[in-house]
C-alpha cells in the first residue's frame, strides 16, 4: 500500500478541478454554437401589408372619407417615401368619422395639415416643398404613429403628387 502523499494528492485535486473546467466549456460552446430554435418574430400586425398595396388618385382617396359608412383612409408623406402612404384609419372613426374632431383629413393626403399641426380646411392639403425643419420633424413623427396604430394600404400615384401645386 503506497503512503498518502498530500502533494500528489493536491495535484490530481488540481488536474480534475481543469479537467472539468476544460468540459464545462466545451459543454457550454457547444450549446452556444446551436442554433436559435426560437420562431422568426412577425412584424406587428399594423406593418404587414394584409391586401395587396393600391395606388390611388387624390380623387379616388376623396371617396374614403367615412361618410355613409365607407371607411376612412388618409395618406401621409413619410420622411424616406417618394409618395404619401395611404392609412385605413376606420378604426380612428371617433377622431376621423362625420363629427369628429379631425374630420377634415378624411379621404385626403392630409400631410401638410399635420406638419403645420393645423385642422384650418386651407392647411391641410398643399405642398410641402416650403415647411420648416420642425414642421418636416412633426410630419414624420406623424408618418410613425399611423405606420404603428393604422393599416398601411398602399400609397397616392406619384404622378398625381407630383402635380400638387408648388408654394411660390
Ligand atoms: C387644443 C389642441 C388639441 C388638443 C388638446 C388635442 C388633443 C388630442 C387628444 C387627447 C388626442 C387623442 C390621443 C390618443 O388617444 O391617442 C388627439 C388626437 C389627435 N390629434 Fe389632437 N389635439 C389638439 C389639436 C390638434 C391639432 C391642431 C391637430 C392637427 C394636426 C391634431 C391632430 C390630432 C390627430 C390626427 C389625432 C388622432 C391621432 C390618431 O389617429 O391616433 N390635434 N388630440
Not at 65 to 73: A, H, L, S, V
Not at 113 to 125: C, F, R
Not at 137 to 165: C, P, T
Request: with cysteine; proline share 8%; glycine share 8%.
Amino acid at each position: 500500500m503506497t503512503a498518502f502523499n498530500p502533494s500528489a494528492w493536491e495535484s490530481s485535486q488540481w488536474f480534475i478541478f481543469v479537467l472539468c473546467g476544460i468540459i464545462l466549456l466545451g459543454f457550454f460552446g457547444i450549446l452556444a454554437s446551436q442554433p436559435s430554435k426560437k420562431p422568426i418574430q412577425k412584424p406587428p400586425v399594423s406593418n404587414r401589408i394584409r391586401r395587396p398595396p393600391k395606388l390611388f388618385t387624390l380623387e379616388e382617396l376623396r371617396a374614403f372619407n367615412g361618410e355613409n359608412g365607407k371607411p376612412i383612409y388618409i395618406a401621409v408623406q413619410g420622411p424616406f417615401d417618394e409618395a404619401p402612404t395611404v392609412f385605413d384609419v376606420s378604426r380612428g372613426r371617433e377622431f376621423y368619422g362625420p363629427g369628429g374632431p379631425y374630420h377634415v383629413f378624411a379621404g385626403k393626403n392630409a400631410s401638410r395639415g399635420l406638419a403645420k399641426t393645423s385642422t384650418d380646411p386651407d392647411d391641410v392639403e398643399g405642398p410641402l416643398d416650403d415647411l420648416s425643419e420642425s414642421q418636416k420633424d412633426a410630419l414624420s413623427q406623424w408618418y410613425l404613429r399611423f405606420m404603428e396604430k393604422y393599416e398601411n394600404i398602399g400609397h397616392l400615384k406619384v404622378e398625381d403628387v407630383a402635380n400638387v401645386k408648388k408654394s411660390d
